[in-house]
């Protein structure tokens, strides 16, 4: 009798799911650019998987070290609006710098600035707005500003009926009794940039498998319902003097294999000559690691992810939308990617 019960249980959550018309998985892409505008590749692309849910950044919340004071930086500009079949949701970064310098007696004030800005921008809209992300690497030292805030506006939105999302990390999920867990209705897991950038002797700090098995715990203990983010994005890390210099984005394989570097193994290549190279330059001798997301490790983050993650409803999105990552990246291959959670 026990086990009939255990496989009727799970059948009636899909039955229901199925009664209410609403698809139980979303699939969703993050548009971190500073300007809106689809193109007519990326509006395939999203018609394609059947994407109906964009999360754009709408700006960054930074410290302003000469005003010292909070300041919004990289608002996005609306060459055009979205269109009207999409579901936006306003996603605002807030540095764990701003939130290390703010008092906690100015976050209150901080809370209403990030409001009138966000209402300011929604303005431009015409798509439903039913949630906004806040997006934050909080540490032990500015949770307790950061949780304010986060409750500061999620009570300011409750009365128009939108809810608020936070990202996650990793291990703010495995740690979760330490390092808090934020007052919003659901998370995102942001299941990337899990390595340590810094590290010369790192090999992946995009997406390490091994890595990430180790804070696969506590999943079923973790108080919030979970999103999840994968990624898709490139780069390759400039060492200098074995310094670590910057980020050279959307950098691929095929970009280094020409007369001007030397394959050193690991993804790593050495420049044999000075040149320019995606809008920077590079010196001889220079070193790039460069750090990709194949599909089959996009597909065993899906499997891992999904032995853990059982909500009724569930939204994947990918970072990011941008015509120089989705072409490296079949339409037909994502969706098989967010099927695995069905």
């Known amino acids: 009798m026990q086990t009939f019960y255990l496989v009727l249980i799970p059948l009636l959550i899909a039955l ?10 979303h699939p969703a892409f993050y548009y971190w650019r500073t300007n809106f505008h689809l193109s007519t590749n ?8 059947k994407t109906k849910k964009l999360y754009v950044k709408f700006f960054d919340v930074d410290w302003d070290s000469k ?14 609006r979205p269109p009207k079949y999409l579901e936006i949701i306003p996603t605002v970064f807030i540095t764990n710098r701003t939130l290390v310098n703010s008092s906690i007696g100015s976050i209150p004030s ?4 990030i409001l009138k800005k966000l209402k300011a921008q929604r303005e431009k809209l015409k798509n439903p707005i039913r ?6 690497d909080w540490t032990l030292k500015t949770s307790t500003k950061y949780f304010t805030l986060v409750s ?8 128009s009926g939108i809810h608020i999302s936070a990202t996650i990390r990793l291990h703010q999920i495995k740690y979760y009794k330490r390092t808090g867990v934020p007052p919003v209705d659901k998370g995102m897991l942001m299941f990337y940039n899990m390595g340590d950038l810094r590290d010369l002797d790192t090999r992946n700090s995009i997406l390490d498998l091994e890595i990430a098995k180790k804070y696969l715990t506590n999943f079923k203990d973790y108080p919030l319902k979970l999103d999840v983010a994968l990624p898709l994005f490139s780069w390759a890390v400039l060492i200098r003097n074995n310094r670590i210099i910057r980020l050279i984005n959307n950098v691929r394989e095929k970009d280094l294999i020409k007369s001007h570097f030397k394959n050193l193994g690991s993804h790593r290549y050495q420049v044999l000559k000075s040149h320019y190279f995606f809008k920077g330059y590079l010196y001889k001798d220079d070193v790039l ?17 999904s ?8 939204t994947i999105a990918f970072y990011h939308l941008d015509e120089e990552i989705i072409k490296h990246y079949d339409s037909k291959d994502l969706e098989g990617i967010y099927r695995y959670f069905d």
């Open 131 to 136: 949630e906004i992300q806040l997006d934050c």
């Open 16 to 25: 229901a799911a199925c009664s209410t018309g609403k698809p139980r998985i």
């Open 307 to 314: 032995k853990l993650i059982k909500n009724e409803y569930i």
């Open 152 to 159: 500061i506006i999620r009570k300011s939105l409750k009365a």
């Open 67 to 80: 005003r010292m004071q909070a300041a919004p930086k990289g608002v996005l500009s609306f060459k055009e």
């Open 42 to 49: 990326e509006l395939n692309y999203l018609q394609s998987i």
């Open 289 to 305: 690691r460069l750090e990709t997301v194949p599909l089959d490790g996009i597909r065993q983050s899906a499997i891992m992810l």
């Open 110 to 113: 901080l809370s209403h600035n």
